[in-house]
């Protein structure tokens, strides 16, 4: 998630990208786990319209 959201092709600049970018730093020093993370990703990937169809029928 990490390469994706930081390598500058991310669609989107909005404040779900950037509320994934700080779940990002606060996992890596322990105060946010996993699972907020994964939330922060799938809330910034629907929030520039990224996710396939297929996820979102589940």
């Known amino acids: 998630m990490s390469d994706v959201l930081t390598n500058g092709d991310w669609p989107s600049d909005g404040p779900k ?3 994934a970018l700080a779940a990002l730093v606060e996992a890596r020093i322990g105060r946010c ?3 907020n993370v994964r939330i922060a990703f799938i809330s910034a990937a629907m929030e520039a319209n990224v996710l396939p169809e297929s996820f979102l029928q589940n």
């Open 17 to 19: 990208f950037l509320a």
């Open 33 to 35: 786990s996993d699972s």
